[in-house]
């Protein structure tokens, strides 16, 4: 079965960076493209970034654009995100998403990790 | 970027109503719309791709439709377990973008 499991959350002073990572299993990673949704306590979704199945397209939602980056090891099935230049504002539940779709990807996202939190304050 | 609307934003129903949920973008975006179900502390799920197709394994008593700006989500007769949160997202172009949410209650 398909599994998405994410690490990496803790607490972070602002300003600082923070390094998330999604273990992968129950499918081939490498067929497929890969998203980080977050969702601050109390309120909805924010698509936060995309990669496509085979490391050449990375989206990024306006909010994160140029602090931070997403990756893919897919010789280890590991989805990561690189977060820098953190604010109050970053603090939120962030989830590691699949693509409906293999290879071009539907940019819809039909399995969820249980998310890791990620709060930030001084 | 993409605007994604909903309304309402909370309304509360009975077991049996029949529920619908709109969802409005702020450009069209044809058919690339998504709705999900977010229930207190879990993750979300996926109930509809592509505006209309029902995901696997979703009852068939949610339903949607609509196209370009202007989509809804139904539920035609709602169970205990369909209170919960529902957002639509739309999948036309990034940065991809979600509505507020709906929370349906009792």
């Known amino acids: 079965q398909v599994q998405l499991v994410e690490s990496g959350g803790g607490v972070v002073q602002p300003g600082r960076s923070l390094r998330l990572s999604c273990a992968a299993s129950?499918?081939?990673?490498?067929?497929?493209?890969m998203h980080w949704v977050r969702q601050a306590p109390g309120k909805g979704l924010e698509w936060v970034a995309m990669i496509s199945y085979d490391g050449v397209d990375k989206y990024y939602a306006d909010s994160v654009r140029g602090r931070f980056t997403i990756s893919r090891d897919d010789s280890k099935n590991t989805l990561v995100l690189q977060m820098n230049g953190l604010t109050s504002e970053d603090t939120a539940l962030y989830y590691c998403?699949?693509?409906?779709?293999?290879?071009?990807?539907?940019?819809?996202?039909?399995?969820w990790g249980q998310g890791t939190l990620v709060t930030v304050s001084s | 970027d993409i605007q994604m609307t909903q309304s309402p934003s909370s309304l509360s129903a009975s077991v049996g109503d029949r529920v619908t949920i709109t969802c409005r973008a702020s450009?069209?975006?044809?058919?690339?719309l998504n709705w999900y179900q977010q229930k207190p502390g879990k993750t979300p799920k996926l109930l509809i791709y592509a505006a209309s197709s029902l995901q696997s394994g979703v009852p068939s008593r949610f339903s949607g439709g609509g196209s370009g700006p202007d989509f809804t989500l139904t539920i035609s007769s709602l169970r205990p377990e369909d209170f919960a949160t529902y957002y639509c997202q739309q999948s036309y172009s990034p940065p991809l973008t979600f509505g507020g949410g709906t929370k349906v209650d009792i």
């Open positions: 129950g499918f081939i990673f490498n067929m497929y493209p």
């Open positions: 450009q069209s975006i044809g058919t690339y």
């Open positions: 998403a699949r693509d409906h779709e293999r290879y071009s990807g539907t940019y819809n996202f039909d399995y």
